[in-house]
């Protein structure tokens, strides 16, 4: 249980450090926390690492944000999936969106932490965080 909740704290912040590269605006941060291979799954489509990091070419996706109801599941002593919720503000709007999100973490051969699959559903008729 202790390497379960050592590993979720792990994978949480990395995950964290993802959201922080969208506020940031940091493609070089977001890239170095994706595999090679990452597929996103997204309401709009299937999107690459190049399309994930590509979001940032202009500069910040988002203004704020905040993650919560963090559940963890160890599928290997490599590999980890958080499924949590994330409420966040666009960069330029003031309606607050909120998505559930399944992101799976695989440690690399360097080890490494890296994000290779991530899932977004969004929710609708939420009240702002």
């Known amino acids: 249980m202790k390497i379960e909740n050592d590993l979720k704290a792990k ?5 964290g450090r993802v959201w922080t590269a969208l506020l940031k605006g940091d493609s070089a941060a977001d890239a170095a926390l994706l595999t090679g291979d990452f597929l996103g799954v997204y309401p709009s489509g299937f999107g690459s690492k190049a399309d994930h990091v590509g979001q940032l070419a202009e ?24 499924v949590y919720r994330a409420d966040y503000l666009r960069v330029g ?8 999100i399944s992101s799976l973490w695989q440690r690399a051969t360097d080890g490494e932490w890296r994000n290779s699959f991530s899932q977004d559903t969004p929710l609708t008729d939420v009240p702002d965080p």
């Open 59 to 82: 500069g910040p996706t988002i203004a704020d944000f905040r993650l919560s109801e963090m559940t963890f599941r160890a599928v290997s002593a490599d590999g980890g999936l958080l």
């Open 93 to 100: 709007s003031t309606d607050w969106e909120a998505m559930l």
């Open 11 to 15: 994978v949480a912040a990395l995950e």
